[in-house]
C-alpha cells in the first residue's frame, strides 16, 4: 500500500505528465503574435527587448533556443517548449498546494491518513490543477514565447514553498523556505513584476503560523504586505537604479571617472552594508534582523539578473531598446518612462484640459565623457475643478469620450462625470468587462474570440444553459454559422465555477486561516490589478492574460470542491467509494469537459501563419529597401523572420512608433545582418530626446510648396528667425505649412531602377504632398529628412496594413507590390477603391501568387485567431485590387489562378462575416473572368451567410436594435449589390432571387431604416 508522501508525488508527476503532453502537442511550432517574435528574436541572441525588459526570461529561454542546434528553424519551436514546461510545472506545483491545503482539511492524523482522506485530498489536487491545466487563458499563453507561462511558475513556486514553510514553521532552519521564496521573488523580476502581488497572501500565511490572531495583527499584517510589495515595486526595482545614477553623475561629472564607475562604487557599498548587518545581526543574536537581511540580499541576488541589460547593450545587438549602455538609460527604461502615466487614486477626467505644466527632474544623457543635461521632465497639470477622486473615465481621446457616453450613458461629455456616474464605469466596464468577464471565460464558457466592446455577438461569456444565454445575449438558436462553428464557442454549464464555489466556501468554513491567503491571492492578482491599470476603453487586444494569477486562485477552490461536495454528501453517504465517485464525477464534470471544449482553441500545432505573413511583408519589397511599419504585428514578427530564420536580412525595418526615440534613430543608422544602415542625415543634436519632440505647425503663408529640404533646414534650425515663442517663454521651432514638395532626380530615378524602361516619361519633376497634421513629432521629422536626401538610392516601402494617415500624403504616388506600397515618383490617380496606390500587377502577382507562403490557415481544422481573421481582410483587399488590375489588362487566365489561389488559402472557419462580406466583389470578378459557375458558387455563398446572419437578428423580433443596426444595414446593403453584379453579368433569375431576399429583409427589419429617418 502507497503511503501518502508516495501517493502525492506519483499523481503530482501525472498531472505534469498530463499538462506536459496537452501543451507540447497544442504547442504553436514557430512564432506567434504580440510580442512573440521579439522575444524569441531576444532569447536567441540575447538582446534587449521593451521596457522593463524581461532579462531572467530571456536568459532561460537561450537554453531552450539553444536546443535547436544548427537548425534556425526549431528555435522557435524550442522557445515556445519553454513556455510549454514552465506551465507545466506550474500545474506540478499548483497540485502540490492544493494537497498541502486539502491535508489541512481533514480529520486525520497526518503521519497515518485513512484510505478516503487519502483519495479525497489526491482527487482534489488532480481535479483542480487539470482544471487549471485545460482554462483557457492559461492554455493561451502556455504554448507561446511570452513572459506569463513562467511569471505563472514563480507565482507557483512561491505560494507552494510558502506552504511548505508553514508544515515546519517550528523545526530549526524552517526560515530557509522564506530566504527561498524571496529568492524567487527577485528572480521574478527579471520575467514579470506580477509575482509580486503574491506577497500579501505569503504575509497572512507567516502571520497565521507565528501569532495570535487578533483584529489589530491583521489591520498591521496587511499594511506590513502592501509596504513589502510597495519596498520592492517602488523601493528596491527603482530605488537601487536610482541611486546607482546618482553615484554615476557625481563620479563621471565631478571626479572626471568613466562611466558606471560610481555605479560599481554603490554597488559595492550596498554590499558592504548588507555584509556588515548581517554580521551585526549575528553577533547581537537578531533573529528577525538576520532573516530580513537574508531576504533582502535574496531579492537583491534575483533582481541582479537585470545586469544582463547593460551588457548586452553595450555589445549593440540589433534588437537593444534604449540602448541601455549608461545608468541613466537603465533607469528611464526600468521605470517605464515611455509608456506615459495613468491616474490612479486621483487625477484628471476626460473633461480636464491642460492648465499648466511643472518642471520635473533634469535628464541626462551619455556624451562623450560625462553626462549632459538634456530638458528638464515636464509633468502636467490639469485643471483641478476637472480632476477629483478615483477617475476611471480619464482618457481624452474623442473615440474614448464617445465610449464613456455610451457605456455609462452620460448625457453630456462637457462636464466632469458625477462621482456614481464614474463609479458606475468602473463596476460595470473595467471590473465587469475587463475582469469578471475573462474570469467567466474560464470557469463558465467563452461566446467566441472576438474581440467585443459591449454588444450581444461578440467575445462574451455564455454557459450553454441556453434560457440563461438568451435572457443576457439574445437568441442562441439558429446561430450563423460564423459564430456557431467558432472553434472559440466553449460551454462549460457553470461547472468549473460551482465546483470552485463550493470549494471556497468550504474552504472558508472549514479552516479561515488557510482559506485567506488564497483569497488574497484571488484578489491582488484579479481586481487590485483591475484599479491598478485603470484601463481605457478600445485595448488593442483581449487583456485576460494580465490575471492569469487569479485564475490560479480559483483552481485551487476547484480542487478543494472535490471534499466540499463530499462534505455535502457524508452524513448520507462516505468512505472511500463515496470518495472515489465524487473525485471521478468530479473529475469528467469540470477537466474533461474543459479540455474537451477548448482544444480546439488552442491548438496552434498545425499552422505557421506568423512566420509566413511576416515573410510575405519583407518579400513584398525591392532589395535593400526600407520598411515602415506600425504596430507590434506589423514589426516583431519581421524581427524574428530576420533575426531568428534569415528571411530577407537586406530589408531594414524601420518601426515608426519607436522612430521618435533617438537611441532608435542611432540604430536605425548603422548596418544590421546584411541591411544598410537608413540614410538619415540629420545630426544627433537635432533629435537628440527632449530636442523637436513636437514641432507645432503654424501658417507662414508660405506660396504653394515648399522643398522639403528647406522645411527640414527650417525646423532644425537654431537661428532666431527660425524660433518662436510660446506663452512660456520658449523658443521653438515651428512647421511654416504643411504643403511640401520633393524635386525629383530623373537620372538618380533611372539609375536606381524603382521605374521601368517603359514608363520613364511618366517621371514627375516633382512629388508634391499635404501633411494632414497639426504638427510634427519626431518620427515625422526623420521620415521627412529621409525623403528629401534619399535621392532613389534606396527603395522606400510602406506597409499595406498601415492606417493611410501614416502614409504622409503620398498616397498618389504610392504603388502596390504585395503587402507593401512602393514610393515611386509618378503620380496615379486616385484608384477607386478608397486605398492608397497604384497597382503593378507584374510585381503584385509575382509576389502573392508565386512567392507568398500562407501558414496553413486555409487547412482542415486550424485555429484561427483574431489578429489571423483580420488579416484575411487585408488579403481580400490586395487580392481583389491585382485582380481588378489583371481583369483591364486582360489578364483573365492570371485573375483565375489568382482568385482560385485566394479562396484556397482563406481559412473555412474563424472568421467573422464582417470580414467576408468583401466577397461579393470576387463574384464580380470571376464572372469577369469566364469563371461563371464559380461565380454563381460564391454567390450563393455568400447569400447563405448573410442570410443567416439576418436570420438571426430577426429573432430579436425588435428589441436592443442598436446592437444590431450596422450589420442588418450592411447585410441587406451587400445582397443588393450583389444581385446587381448578377444582373450585370446576365445572371437574371439569380439577381432576381437575390433582390427579392433582400427587399423581404428589409421589411423585416424596417423599422431600423424608420430609425434612420428620424
Known amino acids: 500500500m502507497f503511503n501518502f508522501k508516495q501517493l502525492n508525488n506519483v499523481f503530482g508527476w501525472l498531472v505534469f505528465a498530463i499538462a506536459t503532453i496537452t501543451y507540447a502537442l497544442t504547442m504553436e511550432p514557430t512564432a506567434s503574435y504580440w510580442d512573440c517574435g521579439e522575444f524569441i528574436s531576444a532569447a536567441y541572441k540575447l538582446q534587449v527587448v521593451h521596457p522593463p525588459g524581461a ?47 486539502a491535508s489541512k482539511l481533514v480529520d ?195 533582481y541582479s539578473s537585470y545586469t544582463m541589460i547593460p551588457i548586452r547593450a553595450k555589445a549593440d545587438p540589433n534588437i537593444n531598446m534604449y540602448a541601455n549602455d549608461n545608468i541613466f538609460n537603465l533607469l528611464s527604461y526600468i521605470n517605464r518612462e515611455q509608456y506615459g502615466e495613468t491616474p490612479l487614486l486621483t487625477g484628471q477626467f476626460f473633461t480636464a484640459k491642460l492648465s499648466d505644466e511643472k518642471e520635473g527632474a533634469m535628464q541626462y544623457q551619455k ?113 450563423p454559422k460564423y459564430l456557431a462553428e467558432n472553434t472559440s464557442r466553449n460551454e462549460l454549464y457553470f461547472l468549473p465555477l460551482i465546483l470552485g464555489v463550493i470549494g471556497m466556501v468550504f474552504h472558508f468554513n472549514k479552516n479561515k486561516k488557510g482559506a485567506t491567503p488564497v483569497g488574497l491571492l484571488f484578489f491582488f492578482t484579479g481586481l487590485a490589478i483591475v484599479i491598478y491599470l485603470n484601463q481605457y476603453p478600445y485595448q488593442p487586444r483581449e487583456r485576460d492574460y494580465a490575471y492569469v494569477g487569479s485564475f490560479y486562485a480559483f483552481a485551487i477552490w476547484i480542487g478543494l470542491g472535490v471534499m466540499g461536495l463530499y462534505e455535502l454528501v457524508r452524513k448520507s453517504w462516505n468512505g472511500p467509494v463515496a470518495a472515489f465517485a465524487l473525485t471521478t464525477i468530479s473529475l469528467l464534470a469540470v477537466p474533461v469537459i474543459m479540455a474537451n471544449a477548448e482544444w480546439d482553441d488552442h491548438d496552434r500545432s498545425n499552422r505557421s501563419v506568423v512566420k509566413d505573413f511576416a515573410a510575405d511583408y519583407l518579400n513584398s519589397c525591392a532589395p535593400n529597401a526600407i520598411l515602415f511599419t506600425m504596430g507590434d504585428n506589423e514589426t516583431y514578427p519581421l524581427w524574428y523572420a530576420q533575426e531568428v530564420e534569415g528571411i530577407r536580412t537586406d530589408i531594414r525595418v524601420v518601426n515608426l512608433s519607436l522612430l521618435g526615440m533617438d537611441w532608435y534613430i542611432n540604430q536605425m543608422k548603422k548596418n544590421t545582418l546584411e541591411g544598410k544602415g537608413v540614410p538619415f542625415t540629420l545630426s544627433s543634436d537635432k533629435y537628440t530626446q527632449g530636442t523637436r519632440d513636437y514641432i507645432p505647425y503654424y501658417d507662414m503663408k508660405i506660396n504653394g510648396p515648399a522643398d522639403v529640404r528647406e522645411v527640414i533646414n527650417f525646423v532644425t534650425s537654431t537661428n532666431e528667425q527660425a524660433l518662436m515663442q510660446t506663452r512660456a517663454g520658449k523658443s521653438i521651432n515651428v512647421l511654416p505649412t504643411r504643403m511640401l514638395r520633393i524635386k525629383v532626380d530623373k537620372n538618380a530615378v533611372i539609375k536606381s531602377g524603382v521605374v521601368s524602361a517603359a514608363n520613364q516619361n511618366q517621371i514627375a519633376e516633382y512629388i508634391d504632398f499635404n501633411l494632414s497634421k497639426d504638427g510634427l513629432v519626431k518620427n515625422d521629422l526623420l521620415v521627412l529628412d529621409l525623403l528629401a536626401n534619399n535621392n532613389w538610392s534606396r527603395p522606400i516601402y510602406f506597409a499595406a496594413t498601415m492606417g493611410q494617415d501614416n502614409y504622409y500624403g503620398l498616397n498618389d504616388y504610392l504603388q502596390l507590390e504585395g503587402l507593401a506600397l512602393r514610393l515611386i515618383p509618378i503620380k496615379s490617380p486616385r484608384n477607386p477603391y478608397g486605398t492608397a496606390g497604384k497597382v503593378n500587377s507584374a510585381i503584385m502577382y509575382d509576389n502573392m501568387v508565386n512567392k507568398f507562403k500562407w501558414g496553413n490557415m486555409g487547412g482542415e481544422n486550424v485555429f484561427i485567431d483574431p489578429e489571423t481573421a483580420r488579416m484575411t481582410y487585408s488579403f481580400r483587399i490586395q487580392f481583389f485590387q491585382l485582380c481588378d488590375v489583371l481583369l483591364n489588362e486582360g489578364k483573365k487566365d492570371s485573375c483565375a489562378k489568382a482568385l482560385d489561389l485566394l479562396m484556397s488559402v482563406l481559412p473555412k472557419q474563424g472568421v467573422p462575416l ?96 424608420a430609425e434612420g429617418t428620424n
Open 367 to 479: 556624451s562623450e565623457d560625462k553626462y549632459v543635461e538634456t530638458v528638464r521632465k515636464t509633468v502636467p497639470v490639469w485643471e483641478a475643478s476637472q480632476s477629483g477622486f478615483f477617475p476611471r473615465m480619464w482618457s481624452n481621446q474623442a473615440n474614448h469620450i464617445q465610449f464613456y457616453q455610451s457605456w455609462a450613458k452620460l448625457k453630456s461629455t462637457t462636464r466632469k462625470p458625477s462621482f456614481s456616474e464614474n463609479i458606475g464605469f468602473f463596476v460595470s466596464y473595467q471590473m465587469g468587462h475587463m475582469y469578471w468577464r475573462y474570469f467567466m471565460w474560464n470557469f463558465t464558457g467563452r461566446q467566441n474570440d472576438i474581440q467585443g466592446h459591449g454588444n450581444m455577438t461578440d467575445g462574451n461569456w455564455i454557459s450553454g444553459i441556453k434560457a440563461l444565454d438568451e435572457y443576457r445575449l439574445g437568441p442562441q438558436t439558429n446561430l
Open 914 to 1009: 464582417q470580414y467576408k462580406t468583401f466577397d461579393f466583389r470576387f463574384v464580380d470578378q470571376y464572372f469577369r473572368c469566364g469563371k461563371i459557375e464559380k461565380a454563381k458558387t460564391l454567390a450563393a455563398s455568400i447569400q447563405g451567410e448573410i442570410a443567416q446572419n439576418l436570420d438571426y437578428y430577426k429573432q430579436f423580433n425588435g428589441k436592443k436594435s442598436s446592437m444590431y443596426t450596422e450589420d442588418v444595414q450592411q447585410g441587406i446593403a451587400v445582397l443588393n449589390e450583389l444581385a446587381r453584379i448578377c444582373k450585370d453579368n446576365n445572371q437574371a433569375k439569380i439577381s432576381d432571387d437575390i433582390s427579392k431576399s433582400a427587399a423581404a429583409f428589409q421589411k423585416d427589419f424596417s423599422f431600423i431604416y
Open 55 to 101: 532579462p531572467m526570461f530571456l536568459l532561460l529561454e537561450r537554453l531552450f533556443a539553444m536546443l535547436a542546434g544548427s537548425n534556425i528553424s526549431n528555435v522557435a519551436f524550442f522557445t515556445n517548449l519553454g513556455s510549454a514546461l514552465s506551465s507545466s510545472f506550474t500545474i506540478l506545483f499548483l497540485f502540490w498546494s492544493i494537497t498541502m491545503l
Open 108 to 302: 486525520d492524523n497526518k503521519d497515518n491518513y485513512s484510505l478516503t482522506s487519502k483519495i479525497l485530498i489526491i482527487g482534489s489536487g488532480v481535479v483542480g490543477a487539470l482544471a487549471y491545466t485545460f482554462s483557457d487563458t492559461f492554455w493561451f499563453s502556455a504554448v507561446e514565447t511570452e513572459v506569463y507561462a513562467m511569471s505563472s511558475l514563480c507565482t507557483a513556486v512561491v505560494f507552494w514553498a510558502i506552504l511548505k514553510w508553514e508544515n515546519i514553521a517550528d523545526e530549526k532552519h524552517a526560515d530557509r523556505w522564506i530566504v527561498l521564496i524571496s529568492l524567487i521573488v527577485g528572480l521574478s523580476i527579471g520575467v514579470h513584476l506580477l509575482n509580486l502581488l503574491a506577497i500579501p497572501a505569503i504575509a497572512f500565511v507567516y502571520y497565521f503560523k507565528r501569532f495570535k490572531t487578533s483584529s489589530k495583527g491583521i489591520i498591521y499584517t496587511a499594511i506590513a504586505s502592501i509596504a513589502i510589495l510597495g519596498f520592492i515595486q517602488f523601493g528596491i526595482i527603482p530605488g537601487v537604479i536610482s541611486i546607482a545614477a546618482k553615484f554615476d553623475l557625481l563620479f563621471v561629472n565631478s571626479f572626471g571617472m568613466p562611466f558606471w564607475s560610481g555605479a560599481m562604487v554603490w554597488f559595492v557599498l550596498l554590499i558592504a552594508g548588507i555584509v556588515w548587518a548581517t554580521q551585526y545581526s549575528i553577533r547581537k543574536a537578531n533573529v528577525v534582523l538576520h532573516t530580513g537581511m537574508m531576504c533582502f540580499t535574496a531579492v537583491l541576488i534575483g
